[in-house]
């Protein structure tokens, strides 16, 4: 996944992954690379819900499991394929439970759900309704990503899952064009690996990492937009 850059969004229209703010410049998180991560912030200490995405046996982006059997995460982190989940760990290399992936459903948007090969027992992250996030609040964004504009993003990855807060912006549009929420950095900002992870306010979930300029700004998939399509599949 890989949190491409942020172009300056006129309106609906650019093609990167934001959506609250009207105007942000990004470029896609993924596609088998990493994008989005979270450089400055904290480690998480708790957050059950985290999946890791592989892709390949690749580390890639990240995620959250929703229901027993359905994993949220970015639609530009599920093309590499080979998709397995370490679900309801900190550490990217140990603990939790595994799973595969088995189907892949893929929103217009930079959303995408995903089966799982058997069904796990899990704190679920929960999803928020229409109002749930509003502008300048506060909220926090997860992920394993790299921790520095480093080279390759791979390999500045980080082990354990990271936080920041960041300062909703406004509406804008993620890379596929859909409705996102456009966040400007706190004391940290998501870049590579950070991808399809989440924005959580008040204690769930409003958004999926889509992109990032690494630096000032990063824009989410709007869940809360999408909250029928997402309960028509995963039932929840």
């Not at 990167?16 to 998480?44: D, H, M, R």
């Not at 990032?212 to 028509?232: E, F, G, K, P």
Request: charged content about 10%; overall charge positive.
């Amino acid at each position: 996944m890989r949190i491409t850059r942020l172009i300056p969004a006129l309106a609906a229209a650019l093609l990167s992954l934001l959506t609250l703010a009207p105007s942000a410049s990004a470029t896609p998180a993924a596609e088998g690379g990493v994008t989005p991560y979270i450089i400055g912030g904290s480690y998480a200490s708790n957050a059950p819900w985290a999946a890791r995405l592989f892709s390949n046996g690749r580390q890639t982006c990240s995620a959250t499991i929703i229901a027993p059997t359905w994993i949220l995460t970015a639609k530009h982190c599920v093309s590499g394929g080979g998709l397995s989940f370490r679900i309801g760990s900190l550490d990217q290399t140990s603990g939790g439970t595994m799973a595969n992936g088995v189907q892949t459903h893929n929103h217009s948007s930079d959303l995408s759900l995903v089966r799982l090969d058997r069904s796990v027992s899990a704190t679920y992250a929960r999803l928020g309704q229409p109002g749930s996030v509003t502008v300048g609040q506060n909220v926090q964004v997860y992920g394993w990503g790299a921790t520095s504009r480093c080279g390759s993003e791979i390999n500045c990855q980080s082990q354990y899952l990271k936080v920041a807060n960041v300062t909703v912006t406004g509406g804008c549009t993620d890379a596929y064009g859909g409705n996102a929420i456009c966040a400007r950095r706190g004391d940290g900002i998501t870049a590579g690996g950070d991808s399809g992870g989440p924005m959580m306010a008040g204690g769930v979930q409003v958004g999926v990492a889509s992109t990032s300029d690494r630096q000032t700004t990063t824009a989410y998939t709007n869940v809360t937009r999408y909250r029928s399509w997402i309960q028509s599949i995963a039932g929840v």
